[in-house]
């Protein structure tokens, strides 16, 4: 039996403090593909997106994550990134004293496993920064120390074009940002799609849909995953609210 290509994700079940927050997800992300998983505040999203990158904070308690049939569940972060995994985080932390491009080619070394020539680092860099409108001065700016929200999320994305993963879970990206920076944002990860990377786009409304199209969408609500469709789902659900989806799972037996 062939194992199965992707992100797989299976019956997974994650705790944080003994409470279970997911509760048996199954999904399975390819490479060329774009799926979007919406729900509520509370649904789950961002806990999932944190267990599937291995924080230790969150617990699988059952279920497994597989990354192109290498079994991932049981291994810490930096092992699942040198597997081709990436998370782009809803909030992300400040690193006071590091400079981003310090971190950035630190970051490049440990998941490529070898030395970065300085050229190449900055041939490289610089052209990603042109592609999301990012001043050079950026690279010694400490790690998100006093950036604005939408300084971090281009970072973010910054990090996803430097590490050129085979995964990438972007985790509330529009969180936080105006009009002009998220078109920004969106254009640099419609750049970075294609056959070689799957995305799972984490967001909890519709309008960054509108600039990164999924083929497919799923809702998440109380840990499981209630409706999966193609992107005329998140127009339903931007029309409809997430009440109407809630009702009709509830009476499918769905949530419980």
């Known amino acids: 039996m062939t194992e199965e290509r992707g992100l797989v994700i299976r019956d997974l079940h994650v705790a944080v403090d003994d409470k279970e927050i997911i509760k048996g997800l199954s999904l399975v992300v390819r490479k060329g593909e774009i799926h979007a998983l919406m729900g509520p505040n509370g649904s789950g999203k961002s806990t999932l997106a944190n267990a599937l990158m291995g924080h230790p904070g969150y617990t699988i308690t059952a279920g497994e994550v597989l990354l192109d049939g290498v079994n991932l ?49 900055r041939r490289t860099v610089q052209e990603q920064m042109k592609r999301l409108k990012m001043d050079s001065a950026f690279l010694s700016r400490y790690v998100n ?15 996803l074009a430097l590490l050129r993963p085979r995964y990438a879970i972007l985790d509330e990206t529009d969180s936080g940002l105006d009009i002009d920076a998220l078109r920004i944002v969106a254009e640099g ?32 609500v109380d840990g499981r995953l209630i409706r999966s469709g193609g992107p005329e789902l998140a127009e339903e659900l931007e029309a409809r609210g997430y009440d109407w989806i809630i009702q009709h799972a509830a009476v499918s037996g769905e949530v419980r």
């Open 73 to 121: 569940t049981d291994e810490p972060a930096d092992v699942r990134a040198r597997h081709g995994l990436f998370l782009a985080f809803q909030y992300p932390t400040a690193v006071p004293g590091v400079s981003m491009g310090n971190f950035l080619r630190l970051a490049m070394k440990a998941v490529q496993g070898r030395e970065i020539p300085p050229m190449e680092f």
């Open 145 to 159: 120390e006093g950036f604005s929200g939408g300084e971090k999320k281009r970072a973010e994305i910054l990090q």
């Open 189 to 220: 990860v419609n750049a970075l799609a294609g056959p070689e990377i799957g995305i799972l786009l984490i967001t909890h409304y519709q309008r960054l849909l509108q600039y990164i199209r999924p083929q497919f969408v799923h809702v998440l």
